[in-house]
C-alpha cells in the first residue's frame, strides 16, 4: 500500500536529519529562501522532515490511521491502478497546496521556516470525513467521540484561530490549507461524497 511506502519514505528522510543539522537546514520550507535562491525543491523537501521523535510518531500515526482508510475506498471505488494513483496525488500535491499561502504570506520573513508532513496529512484526514462521513473522531488527549463533519469543522476554526493568535511554532495554516485541499480534492474526484456528507449532517441533527 502507498500510505506504509509514504511512512517509511518520510521516516528515512527523517531520522537522519534529526542528528545532521546541515541537512535538516537544507531541506527545510523557508520562504525567504526559496524565494531568493529560487529553491523550489523546499516545496517537497520539508514534508519529508520532521523536529523530533515526537512530531514525526505523531504525523506518522495519524497517517497510517486514515491512509489506509482513503486508500482503501479510493481503491475500491474506482479501481487499483485508478485509486492508487488518486491517492498519491492527493497526498503529493497537498504538500505543495497546504504551503503556497505560507509562502506568499512570508517570502520576506528570512526567520520563517516550517517542516513536516502535516499539511499532506491533514487532507488524508479530511478525505477520509468526505468518504466516511458516518465515522466518530476524537482528539488523542480528549477521548470523547465526536461527529467526523463536526469534528472538522472545530478543526479548521480552531486552525483559522490559531494560525493568527497563537503562538507555539506551530503552523497551524498550513494544517487549515492542506485540510481544505483534501476536502476539495475528494469531491472533485468523487461528487457522490456531497450528499453523504448532507446526510450524515442531518443524522447529527
Not at 53 to 74: P, R
Not at 136 to 162: D, E, H, K, Q, T
Not at 163 to 170: K, T
Amino acid at each position: 500500500m502507498l500510505t506504509y511506502l509514504i511512512i517509511a519514505i518520510t521516516c528515512l528522510a527523517s531520522i537522519p536529519a534529526f542528528q545532521n543539522r546541515e541537512l535538516f537546514s537544507k531541506m527545510l520550507f523557508n520562504p525567504s529562501i526559496i524565494h531568493s535562491n529560487k529553491e523550489w525543491y523546499r516545496f517537497l523537501t520539508h514534508a519529508l522532515l520532521h523536529s523530533d521523535w515526537m512530531h514525526l510518531g505523531m504525523n506518522m500515526y495519524v497517517l497510517y490511521m486514515f491512509g489506509g482508510m482513503v486508500e482503501t475506498i479510493f481503491t475500491n471505488t474506482l479501481g487499483i491502478a485508478k485509486g492508487e494513483t488518486y491517492f498519491f496525488l492527493l497526498y503529493f500535491i497537498s504538500i505543495f497546496a497546504s504551503v503556497i499561502p505560507s509562502y506568499e504570506k512570508h517570502k520576506n520573513d528570512y526567520y520563517y521556516n516550517a517542516v513536516g508532513a502535516s499539511g499532506a496529512v491533514s487532507a488524508v484526514v479530511f478525505s477520509a470525513i468526505l468518504l466516511n462521513p458516518f465515522m466518530s473522531l476524537s482528539l488523542m488527549f480528549i477521548p470523547i467521540p465526536i461527529p467526523a463533519p463536526i469534528f472538522g469543522v472545530l478543526y479548521l476554526l480552531y486552525c483559522r484561530y490559531a494560525a493568527s493568535h497563537a503562538q507555539d511554532n506551530v503552523a497551524h495554516d498550513v494544517h487549515y490549507w492542506g485540510s481544505l485541499f483534501g476536502a476539495l480534492f475528494t469531491i472533485v474526484i468523487l461528487p457522490s461524497t456531497i450528499p453523504q456528507l448532507i446526510e450524515a449532517v442531518k443524522n447529527i441533527f
